[in-house]
């Protein structure tokens, strides 16, 4: 099992910035890929970005690409997500997943809320 507690959500202006962070427990940190998923309520889970097991490679969806930087730190065992210039639509329940695979999401935290107000 992986215990994945997520941090650092909250209310912001639009343009302004917030950094989460995902601290992992349990099993071996690098076995897995970091992503960041998002939701808003009556809506799917959306793709956010993603790190590999090293920290090597980033994927990005293309809403945010440009304003937010995904990072692991595998000393730590926590995966950050910065977020810049965020807007209205970034308001959604951020939630942090590991999987042994790109997509997998093998295992979930408990989400954390960041609203954008306009």
């Keep these: ?3 994945l507690v997520e ?3 909250g209310l912001v202006q639009a343009g302004g910035s917030l950094r ?6 349990g099993r071996t940190f690098t076995n897995y890929v970091m992503e960041w998923v998002r939701q808003t309520p009556g809506k799917e ?5 993603a790190v590999s097991w090293g920290g090597g490679t980033t994927y990005y969806a293309d809403s945010v690409k440009g304003r937010f930087t995904i990072s692991r730190d ?5 995966v950050y997500l910065q ?3 965020l807007k209205p639509e970034d308001t959604a329940v951020y939630y942090c997943s590991a999987g042994l695979r790109f997509k997998s999401y093998d295992y979930w935290g408990q989400g954390t809320q960041v609203t954008v107000s306009s």
């Design 20 to 25: 989460l962070s995902c601290a992992a427990s």
């Design 83 to 85: 977020m810049n210039s």
């Design 7 to 9: 941090s650092g959500g």
């Design 74 to 78: 595998n000393a730590k065992n926590t």
């Design 1 to 3: 099992q992986v215990q």
């Design 45 to 49: 889970r959306e793709f956010v970005a």
